[in-house]
């Protein structure tokens, strides 16, 4: 059997945009990394129900920069642009695709921007709202030039939940179905946290939040009824004699539960976690991802294979996973992938 997935980049070098890979998953192997549409670097794609993906976008005109979201219809077998929104300023980190109200979501870490757009039934945009992160800062080096929402998606109860690296926070907004942002709460992050992504585990009424400049995972208890996160603990990506830099990336939950992913951007690796009953994280594995600068990978429909893409070397790896203990295991590397960023099944 074959499963699809289309792979997020940065433009910079050799990219012409967006791609798409193959995964045998009876193989197990890697196949036909194959261009699929334009965009200036499409770092961040959303797929919608209705086979629409909303990406992000970077275009330079005479001298200015313009950064939004391209709106590809993917029904056929060629992706055919419907829309380009675009402001002034560099483009967002993230994209999300809300179905039940039909919104999309932005979150512009050059900005401090978190955008609400609604959808219309033929798939193009309209911006509903906009909030502009505004707190103080923390200490480190990437957060002094102001707050940087790096995430804006649905926590479980639909509200939206936005990671802030610049301000070390976490907010959550309630969303109206006209996309209407009202502010419910905010947490504060220990000084130099950097809060990139977070992931729900609703069964147990946690969350893991992974802090890009601290290497730093996160336990959180999040409370439904008052829309409140508090912090349990606080567990380390990289080993403790690591000192060189290191930026935490992606984080994946899989889907019992048991396990907590994080890819680790310097020291080139997946980090795995088992999660007990109440969420408590115990390291049962680092893994090289062979090759520079891991920023993002997925896993195929049943979780028994992941696909890690890695940016400055242009190159996949594929792992297999074992359900019971959570530990990866390589299966394939040096897989061509140009400037890889994130990884969306198709």
């Given amino acids: 059997m074959t499963e699809d997935f289309y792979i997020g980049t940065y433009t910079k070098r050799i990219s012409r945009g967006i791609y798409r890979i193959s995964v045998d998953t009876a193989a197990p192997k ?8 334009s965009a200036g670097s499409p770092t961040y794609i959303a797929k919608a129900a209705a086979k629409r993906l909303y990406v992000i976008n970077k275009k330079e005109t005479d001298g200015e920069t313009h950064g939004g979201l391209i709106i590809y219809d993917v029904s056929e077998e060629k992706p055919r642009a419907i829309q380009q929104v675009l402001d002034p300023g560099s483009s967002p980190a993230y994209v999300a ?10 979150a512009n870490y050059h900005t401090a921007a978190v955008t609400v757009y609604a959808i219309a039934e033929d798939g193009t945009l309209t911006q509903t709202d906009k909030v502009v992160d505004s707190d103080p800062v923390g200490p480190a080096p990437e957060q002094a030039d102001g707050p940087h929402p790096h995430f804006a998606d649905l926590t479980p109860d639909h509200r939206l939940v936005v990671c802030d690296l610049g301000s070390d926070r976490v907010y959550v907004y309630d969303v109206s179905d006209a996309g209407k942002l009202s502010p419910v709460s905010q947490l504060e992050m220990p000084a130099g946290y950097g809060p990139r992504h977070i992931v729900f ?3 147990k009424g946690v969350a893991y939040l992974v802090g890009e400049l ?8 999040y409370d439904p009824a008052a829309g409140k996160f508090a912090v349990k603990e606080i567990t380390s990506t990289i080993p403790a004699d690591w000192t060189a830099h290191n930026g935490a990336a992606a984080i994946r939950l899989s ?20 999660s007990d009953d109440a969420g408590k994280l115990t390291l049962v594995q680092r893994i090289s991802t062979e090759g520079d600068f891991p920023r993002d990978f997925n896993w195929t429909a049943d979780q028994s294979l ?7 070397s242009d190159n996949a790896s594929l792992f297999k996973r074992d359900a019971d203990s959570g530990k990866l295991t390589l299966v394939q590397k040096d897989f061509m992938v140009p400037e890889g960023v994130s990884v969306l099944p198709a």
Avoid: P
Avoid at 255 to 274: I, M, P, Q, W
């Fill in 97 to 106: 695709v809300d179905e039940d109200r039909q919104l999309v979501y932005t």
């Fill in 255 to 274: 889907s019992d539960g048991r396990f907590v992913y994080v890819s680790n951007r310097g020291n080139n690796s997946l980090a795995v976690f088992a």
């Fill in 306 to 312: 992941v696909v890690v893409v890695n940016q400055n």
């Fill in 201 to 203: 585990d609703d069964q």
């Fill in 30 to 37: 890697l196949m036909d990394c194959e261009w699929l549409a």
């Fill in 214 to 221: 601290s290497s730093n995972v996160a336990t959180l208890s």
